[in-house]
């Protein structure tokens, strides 16, 4: 979701800038409580993982690619906190690096993704793995990309109400509710069956690669 | 059958790796291509197996030019990918299917092979993975792999096989086992090695790659490995001070006989 | 100390940046913002054209996209406001070039610095990323070396999944090596440094 800036208003982006801070904050001490000494290297290394990551392809009919984000991969791999961090670190490289993405979009896109993206993985996974594990991970891989489509297309929606002109003219991104929703969400349903499965295949694969080696 | 004339390359971000290079192959020889790290020689392997377009030159496989737009096309682009295979340098490289069946079936179930089972299993014999098939080849030994890599191109019945250092992440016993395996071989081999002692077990000709990127020799591997000039212009020989009992002294020699 | 006052130069330098953004997200009026695009183009000077080529690429789609649609929703309906259309444009293109022209002049390194572990983590994070960016590229190739027809979404999926597995695994897997390494060097002993 690269939104460049200047499509979100202050009064969203500020606020949105305290919680992701404070979340940041909070993620730090929980990330560092468990990793310690192994916190730097560790988070470093999944957030390139991460930032490469976006580069793999998923497959639509059709012979056509969407870009895929990992998210819920992540998410079940990593615990909501470490995936917070590295996918925000993500969205900061992305911002410095290659200017892909605003910086007043930053802080939505961190809560959006990092957070609630990851968030809804685990505990979709957790929730649901007990009852059949392809189903845990196929649904922990479409809510992470659902999930903050959602949030993307609320805090684009909302733009209008929160900051006009006197006259009702729009002065950010100019569609409402009615035509945010359906416009992100619909697409990002055939992108959320498609990173489903991507999860629950991936997972196997990786599950594989990290077993004891035979003799 | 394989005819480069002029090939140059260079790397998006800038450097040249490939430099006037221009030699032919015929059907059936066995060609060893030396050079120190970094002359290009991956590089080379990846022009010839079609998935790198050189920057300048003209690359012709059995007298039809090689090039993206003609590899677009179906039926050349099926016979050529069917006919000339590339063995990456890790095997990890290669292989992404479940298990050690799926990945040697893969390519014949693109062409709708009728007896791919057949095939496979004839395959799998061959490099002894007959108790692998169900596998998943993550959780096999680098030279295991290997062999699923190869079993999974040899399974096409290619006419030319690539191979990119081989032996560099193989174990002796494994080392062994591939150099009988490929002396035995009926195809056109181009095997790129760093490994100078190994080359004589690989191949009959040498093309050698120098730092500077060109082509330094094209001809027979045993004059190559007599003629210690050219081998030190390119790389493939060192010198240092070593002892033999109570003698100290410099020469040149190479280390590897893996 | 000439490195410390080139320090505070570039965080006061990034802190006028960011104060900057929210007043141009603040204020409505095209002349305002139409003299910041032109004062930012001449600190540019001549790599204004450049600079302006580069944020074209980079927003031009999304903001043609949503133009488009805005002016298809709002004319059929009379709602159609072209000062708000000109606003939002402009307002991205300022946005967008303050931000490639202090990316550029801004040692990322310096700025930071404020704190020790972000700045490694961001250094890690850039060379890791590199090298396992070349991973994923070689292994797309030898499934290209592979390919003899179209494949089919099976296979697709397969390979895409393959490669995430492998990326993960080797994150894991060199996350640990490099803590072993950090280690040796003695970076952790600095218990000041947090």
């Given at each position: 979701?690269?939104?460049p800036?200047?499509f979100?208003?202050?009064v969203?982006?500020?606020?949105a800038?305290?919680v992701?801070?404070?979340?940041?904050?909070y993620?730090?001490r929980r990330?560092?409580?468990?990793l310690d000494?192994?916190t730097?290297?560790f988070l470093?290394?999944m957030?390139?993982?991460?930032?490469v990551?976006m580069?793999?392809?998923?497959?639509l009919?059709?012979?056509t690619?969407v870009?895929?984000a990992?998210?819920g991969?992540?998410?079940?791999?990593?615990?909501v906190?470490?995936t917070?961090?590295?996918?925000?670190?993500?969205l900061?490289?992305?911002?410095l690096?290659f200017?892909?993405?605003g910086i007043?979009?930053l802080?939505?896109n961190?809560l959006?993704?990092?957070?609630?993206g990851g968030?809804?993985?685990?505990?979709?996974?957790?929730?649901?793995?007990?009852?059949?594990?392809?189903v845990a991970?196929?649904?922990?891989g479409?809510?992470?990309?659902l999930v903050p489509?959602?949030?993307?297309?609320?805090a684009?929606?909302?733009q209008?109400l929160?900051?006009?002109a006197?006259?009702?003219?729009?002065?950010f991104f100019?569609?409402?509710?009615?035509?945010?929703l359906?416009a992100?969400?619909?697409?990002?349903?055939?992108?959320?069956?498609?990173e489903?499965?991507?999860t629950?295949?991936?997972y196997?694969?990786?599950a594989?690669?990290?077993?004891p080696?035979?003799? | 059958?394989?005819?480069?004339?002029?090939?140059?390359h260079d790397?998006?971000d800038?450097p040249?790796?490939?430099?006037?290079?221009?030699?032919?192959?015929e059907p059936g020889?066995?060609?060893?291509?030396l050079?120190?790290n970094?002359?290009?020689k991956?590089?080379?392997l990846?022009?010839?197996s079609?998935l790198?377009?050189?920057?300048?030159?003209?690359?012709?496989?059995?007298g039809q030019?090689?090039t993206?737009?003609?590899?677009r096309?179906?039926e050349?682009?099926?016979?050529?990918r069917?006919?000339?295979?590339?063995?990456?340098?890790?095997p990890?490289?290669?292989i992404?299917n479940?298990t050690v069946?799926?990945e040697i079936?893969f390519?014949?179930?693109?062409?709708?092979?009728p007896?791919?089972d057949e095939?496979v299993r004839h395959w799998?014999?061959?490099?002894g993975?007959t108790d692998?098939?169900d596998r998943?080849?993550?959780s096999?030994?680098g030279?295991e792999?290997?062999?699923?890599?190869l079993?999974?191109l040899?399974v096409?019945?290619?006419d030319?096989?690539?191979?990119?250092e081989?032996t560099?992440?193989?174990?002796?016993?494994s080392?062994g086992?591939?150099?009988?395996?490929?002396?035995?071989?009926?195809?056109?081999?181009?095997?790129?090695?760093?490994?100078?002692s190994?080359?004589p077990?690989?191949g009959?000709?040498?093309?050698?790659?120098g730092?500077?990127?060109?082509?330094l020799?094209?001809?027979?591997?045993?004059?190559?490995l007599?003629?210690?000039?050219?081998?030190i212009a390119a790389?493939?020989?060192?010198?240092h001070?070593?002892r033999?009992?109570?003698i100290?002294?410099?020469h040149?020699?190479?280390h590897?006989?893996d | 100390?000439?490195l410390?006052?080139?320090?505070?130069?570039?965080?006061?330098?990034?802190l006028?940046?960011?104060?900057?953004?929210v007043a141009l997200t603040s204020?409505?009026d095209l002349r305002v913002?139409?003299?910041?695009l032109?004062?930012?183009?001449?600190v540019?000077?001549?790599?204004?054209?450049g600079l302006m080529?580069?944020v074209?690429?980079?927003?031009?789609?999304?903001?043609?996209?949503v133009s488009?649609s805005?002016?298809?929703?709002t004319i059929?309906?009379?709602?159609?406001?072209?000062g708000?259309?000109?606003l939002?444009?402009?307002?991205?293109a300022?946005?967008?070039?303050l931000t490639?022209?202090v990316?550029?002049r801004?040692?990322l390194a310096?700025a930071?610095?404020?704190?020790?572990?972000?700045l490694?983590?961001v250094?890690?994070a850039?060379?890791?990323?590199?090298?396992?960016r070349r991973?994923?590229e070689?292994?797309?190739?030898?499934?290209?070396?592979?390919t003899?027809?179209r494949l089919?979404?099976?296979?697709?999926?397969r390979h895409?999944?393959?490669?995430?597995?492998?990326?993960?695994?080797?994150?894991?897997?060199?996350s640990?090596?490099?803590?072993l390494?950090?280690?040796?060097?003695g970076?952790?002993?600095?218990?000041s440094?947090?």
């Amino acid at each position: 979701m690269h939104i460049p800036d200047g499509f979100i208003a202050p009064v969203v982006y500020l606020p949105a800038y305290a919680v992701a801070a404070g979340a940041w904050a909070y993620a730090v001490r929980r990330v560092q409580a468990s990793l310690d000494e192994n916190t730097l290297p560790f988070l470093a290394v999944m957030t390139a993982a991460a930032f490469v990551l976006m580069m793999v392809a998923i497959p639509l009919p059709g012979g056509t690619t969407v870009h895929a984000a990992g998210i819920g991969l992540l998410g079940v791999l990593l615990g909501v906190w470490t995936t917070f961090l590295s996918v925000s670190l993500v969205l900061l490289l992305q911002a410095l690096l290659f200017g892909a993405g605003g910086i007043t979009a930053l802080p939505v896109n961190a809560l959006a993704m990092g957070l609630a993206g990851g968030a809804s993985a685990w505990l979709a996974f957790t929730g649901l793995r007990g009852w059949n594990g392809r189903v845990a991970l196929f649904t922990a891989g479409a809510v992470s990309v659902l999930v903050p489509a959602l949030l993307i297309a609320l805090a684009l929606g909302i733009q209008p109400l929160v900051a006009h002109a006197p006259d009702g003219t729009p002065r950010f991104f100019p569609f409402g509710l009615s035509v945010t929703l359906p416009a992100v969400l619909l697409p990002h349903l055939i992108v959320a069956i498609g990173e489903g499965i991507l999860t629950v295949i991936a997972y196997r694969y990786l599950a594989a690669l990290r077993a004891p080696r035979a003799a | 059958m394989i005819h480069l004339s002029a090939i140059r390359h260079d790397f998006p971000d800038g450097p040249r790796v490939l430099e006037d290079i221009s030699f032919a192959i015929e059907p059936g020889e066995k060609v060893v291509l030396l050079g120190a790290n970094g002359t290009g020689k991956s590089t080379l392997l990846r022009v010839l197996s079609g998935l790198v377009a050189p920057s300048a030159g003209e690359y012709r496989y059995r007298g039809q030019r090689v090039t993206l737009a003609a590899l677009r096309d179906r039926e050349f682009g099926r016979r050529f990918r069917r006919e000339v295979v590339l063995l990456f340098q890790h095997p990890d490289t290669m292989i992404f299917n479940p298990t050690v069946h799926e990945e040697i079936a893969f390519g014949p179930r693109q062409l709708r092979l009728p007896d791919v089972d057949e095939r496979v299993r004839h395959w799998a014999e061959v490099f002894g993975l007959t108790d692998c098939l169900d596998r998943p080849p993550f959780s096999l030994s680098g030279g295991e792999k290997q062999k699923v890599c190869l079993a999974a191109l040899l399974v096409l019945e290619p006419d030319l096989l690539l191979l990119d250092e081989p032996t560099a992440h193989l174990d002796p016993r494994s080392v062994g086992w591939l150099v009988d395996f490929l002396s035995a071989l009926k195809v056109t081999l181009v095997v790129a090695t760093h490994n100078l002692s190994l080359a004589p077990e690989l191949g009959e000709r040498a093309l050698v790659l120098g730092e500077d990127h060109r082509l330094l020799y094209d001809g027979d591997l045993t004059s190559l490995l007599r003629d210690q000039e050219r081998l030190i212009a390119a790389n493939l020989v060192h010198t240092h001070r070593h002892r033999h009992g109570a003698i100290e002294h410099r020469h040149f020699h190479s280390h590897d006989w893996d | 100390m000439r490195l410390e006052r080139h320090a505070y130069l570039d965080r006061a330098a990034l802190l006028c940046y960011l104060a900057t953004v929210v007043a141009l997200t603040s204020v409505h009026d095209l002349r305002v913002l139409g003299a910041a695009l032109a004062l930012t183009l001449a600190v540019a000077g001549g790599g204004a054209l450049g600079l302006m080529r580069r944020v074209v690429l980079a927003v031009g789609p999304f903001c043609l996209v949503v133009s488009v649609s805005y002016a298809v929703l709002t004319i059929p309906s009379g709602q159609f406001s072209g000062g708000y259309l000109v606003l939002v444009n402009l307002r991205v293109a300022v946005l967008t070039s303050l931000t490639f022209l202090v990316m550029e002049r801004v040692n990322l390194a310096r700025a930071l610095g404020f704190s020790r572990g972000l700045l490694y983590v961001v250094t890690l994070a850039t060379s890791q990323a590199l090298t396992l960016r070349r991973v994923v590229e070689d292994y797309r190739l030898a499934l290209k070396g592979r390919t003899l027809v179209r494949l089919g979404l099976r296979d697709r999926y397969r390979h895409s999944a393959a490669s995430a597995a492998r990326l993960l695994a080797k994150g894991l897997h060199q996350s640990g090596e490099i803590a072993l390494a950090m280690r040796a060097r003695g970076f952790f002993d600095d218990t000041s440094s947090r």
